[in-house]
């Protein structure tokens, strides 16, 4: 936001779009909403983003971890359930203080459900 000409409550405003829309905002809503260009509602879509993103790496799981598997997507037409589900994999990590509290979550698409991605997973979360 630092030497943009673009008004600080209009950063503001975007900030809270995109954090209030379980969905996100796109450019072109931004556009719309807040009475800017295109190249300029993009432009602070990527680094609203970008800057979630680098918030997420401060938060990194510890102590006790607790880890589980989810299947996100559409349910297909006589499809298999659970682990041979065609729906996209997705693994969650909990990770509670010494009274068993939560404190962070990460969750990550995941390629499959087994040993290998699991490890690959908690390392990245963790930063082991």
Do not use: C
Not at 22 to 50: C, D, N, P, W, Y
């Amino acid at each position: 936001m630092q030497g943009t000409r673009t008004p600080l409550l209009k950063w503001f405003w975007a900030i809270f779009l995109m954090a209030h829309d379980k969905r996100g905002v796109s450019g072109e809503t931004l556009q719309r909403e807040l009475e800017l260009t295109r190249f300029r509602a993009t432009l602070m879509e990527q680094k609203i983003r970008h800057a979630m993103g680098q918030r997420d790496e401060n938060y990194l799981l510890s102590g006790l971890v607790e880890l589980d598997e989810g299947f996100f997507g559409a349910p297909t037409e006589g499809g298999r359930r659970g682990r041979g589900t065609d729906k996209t994999p997705v693994m969650t990590g909990l990770s509670l203080d010494e009274l068993g509290r939560p404190g962070y979550i990460h969750m990550q698409v995941i390629d499959s459900v087994n040993g290998d991605a699991v490890e690959k997973t908690v390392s990245i979360a963790s930063n082991t």
